[in-house]
């Protein structure tokens, strides 16, 4: 993601309606390409930090200056952010593993492929959620919103 550059003279409010809105195109154009069938779990994995940066500043405006429709839309934030992060543990478990010696050769094949399976679940969970929550009309009303 591009990093916002705030404008010094102007409010934070202002700031605000007009960079929130990018930060939003940004997340939306990069879960398009990271829920796409041809993606790499390391591309996927970028994601989830693009996701936890894009909530954490969204956290940022909360109350003070956005209502309770930023809350909503924070709580399906956290949802992706656990759907991705679940399929991030399925990588990590497999690094993990490959340090095994204790384990026979057998064991960490069958291990693997047991890995791979859920980590393929995790990835459909994941692309359906976003197909469901994650459209180029919800995007047209976060931005919208994110303007106000």
């Not at 994941?126 to 931005?143: A, D, E, G, I, V």
């Amino acid at each position: 993601m591009t990093p916002l550059n705030w404008d010094a003279s102007r409010t934070v409010a202002e700031n605000a309606r007009e960079k929130l809105p990018e930060l939003a195109s940004q997340f939306f154009s990069a879960g398009a390409i990271a829920a796409d069938e041809k993606t790499a779990l390391a591309d996927i994995h970028h994601f989830r930090l693009v996701t936890k940066r894009f909530r954490y500043t969204l956290e940022l405006f909360a109350g003070d200056y956005y209502g309770p429709g930023l809350t909503h839309r924070i709580e399906s934030l956290k949802s992706l952010q656990q759907l991705l992060g679940s399929i991030s543990d399925c990588s990590a478990t497999q690094k993990l593993l490959a340090g095994r010696k204790d384990l026979s050769v057998a064991e960490l094949s069958r291990l693997h492929r047991k890995l791979d399976a859920l980590a393929r679940t995790r990835v459909a969970n994941f692309r359906r959620f976003w197909l469901k929550n994650f459209t180029p009309t919800h995007q047209r009303s976060w931005t919208t919103y994110l303007s106000r």
